[in-house]
């Protein structure tokens, strides 16, 4: 017989210091309820206050400063010089080509296994490979992978944790054994998504910050002192911190004025890019992260938490980007974000060994009361934008 799942009680406004009351940015369609996200006094976000401020850099200045740091580290011999994590998606595709071609550079690019792979995600990889670069792929081992999956679901309502410690560490860790000092990721998350002025100006992040930032109190010793073994999570270890001094985490985004949009079409054109034949479940779009079965359940969940998703985030993305007005992302945003994932709940189900009962509990216990009632035996949420 299973064991029964051992729910803690949960106050995620406490967990991830939520503003009580809720409002929308008065620019894009984010919410103040996105962890980490700035508000002014106007009620705009700090994303959009920074895609004002992107129009005044200078790009060509930060190219000049790229190209001095490419010089000062290009490799001589055949070594590699630089490494690209990269999962043959158009955006690190685009760094990995333009470093290549464009500057001389002599990338390694390393890959982190999405947890379950798509059709597409895996040709995108294989196409990318063919365009001429060599890939590293990290795998960590598939039984720790999905009982950290699980784990992650019930603890701290992320399915999708395992993949973004491997994404953000493993890449590192390979820099470090192969002596390579360059790690170049794409946009300064922080910047890009509404963290504070500080982050604006940024060219890099070292790895200690980083995990600090980004995984608060559950960064990888949280699991070992749950019971993983170092064995197991060794692929994403960072405990030897020495190792990781002389690595430097750079955003491309930082030197070249970064476009979702223009990425993707350099990487159809230069790295065998395809996009989905049909848009992604929980929004509008067909070419962002499409190799994972698994990752629709990570913007679901948020939705339970935050109350806003995937579509959300990418309507949001492309009002700054000026692509879209912001009543058209309402729109999309009432047609998509709250849509459940179901075209691959079975696999999830199947890969995190839960049942249905099981997935809805440990869902409704990560459901902020602030922002859904149930009515009639159905959540609906309570916030609505206009
Ligand atoms: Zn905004």
Redesign the pocket.
Known sequence: MKKAIKLKKINIDKIYKLPKKVAF??????SNQRPKIDFDEKG??????YFEYKKTISFKKREEELKKILDKNRSKNSSYDCVVPSSGGKDSAYVAHELKTKYGMNPLTVTWSPLVYTEIGFKNLIGFNKAGFDVILGMMRGDTTRRLCRDATIEMGDPFQPFIYGQALFPMKIAAEYGIKLVFVGENAQAEY?GPKSSWNKSHISISEYEKFWFSNYAVKYWLNKGYSLQELQMIDTSNLKKFSNVKKYFYGYFRNWSNHSNYYYAKKYTNFQPNPERTEGTFTKYSSIDDKLDTFHHWFSLLKFGISRCTANA?RE??EGFRTRKEAVSLVKRYDSEFPKKYFKDFLEYTNLTKEEFFTIADSWRNKKLWKKTNNKWKLTTKII
């Open positions: 940015c008065k620019t894009c369609v984010i705009i976000c700090a994303a959009c206050r509404g949001s009002v700054r």
